[in-house]
T-cell receptor
Framework: GENVEQHPSTLSVQEGDSAVIKCTYS??????FPWYKQELGKGPQLIID?????GEKKDQRIAVTLNKTAKHFSLHITETQPEDSAVYFC?????????????FGTGTQLKVEL | EADIYQTPRYLVIGTGKKITLECSQT?????MYWYQQDPGMELHLIHY???????EKGDLSSESTVSRIRTEHFPLTLESARPSHTSQYLC??????????FGQGTRLTVV
């Protein structure tokens, strides 16, 4: 089955700096890669996703890049703000129309310091 | 905002009790999932369903059971709760074309 590794497990940045979280996946058939943000006491919330036919996607301060050959993808947050502090999860999935079980990375605790 | 609801949000219960965690969604999604989240943050799939009367076990073995009698409802049951079942349980749903939406979770403590 799919295995997703995520690094780093904790990340501390100064407000205004950029943050990068990296993930690798094992199953070359995976074709869908969402990122979730989980705030304390809440469920994970989808923040951005990318499909395997795209190399990069951007949404305001958040961007995701995908390297299918190397089987890794990354989340980039620019101009970080205190409200970006949360746990971030990457995930990989094979979208077939019949189902899309997500395999999650182990999470990154991001802390944005003033 | 995703329309998926979990109740209760918090539950403290004694060992040996039977419990049911409720999960409902109003999006008409046919795919629903239960994840267990340990204190180290990792999310582990314990059950999933791709439609009514269809349920499968996930990657992490669990003593819980699930049912899917209605599209919108996917309850999880523990027949006899034990302290080892203490965890956060997250329900999610999807239309299969993109990422799943999660509920707020149920934090279960078995004493």
């Amino acid at each position: 089955g799919e295995n997703v590794e995520q690094h780093p497990s904790t990340l501390s940045v100064q407000e205004g700096d950029s943050a990068v979280i990296k993930c690798t996946y094992s199953d070359s058939a995976s074709n869908y890669f969402p990122w979730y943000k989980q705030e304390l006491g809440k469920g994970p919330q989808l923040i951005i996703d990318i499909r395997s036919n795209v190399g990069e996607k951007k949404d305001q301060r958040i961007a995701v890049t995908l390297n299918k050959t190397a089987k890794h993808f990354s989340l980039h947050i620019t101009e970080t703000q205190p409200e970006d502090s949360a746990v971030y999860f990457c995930a990989a999935s094979l979208l077939t129309g019949g189902g899309n079980k997500l395999t999650f990375g182990t999470g990154t605790q991001l802390k944005v310091e003033l | 905002e995703a329309d998926i609801y979990q109740t209760p949000r918090y539950l403290v219960i004694g060992t040996g009790k039977k419990i049911t965690l409720e999960c409902s969604q109003t999006m008409g999604h046919d795919k629903m999932y239960w994840y267990q989240q340990d204190p180290g943050m990792e999310l582990h799939l314990i059950h999933y369903s791709y439609g009514v009367n269809s349920t499968e076990k996930g990657d992490l073995s669990s003593e819980s059971t699930v049912s899917r009698i209605r599209t919108e409802h996917f309850p999880l049951t523990l027949e006899s709760a034990r302290p080892s079942h203490t965890s956060q349980y997250l329900c999610a749903s999807s239309d299969g074309r993109r990422a799943a939406f999660f509920g707020q979770g149920t934090r279960l403590t078995v004493v």
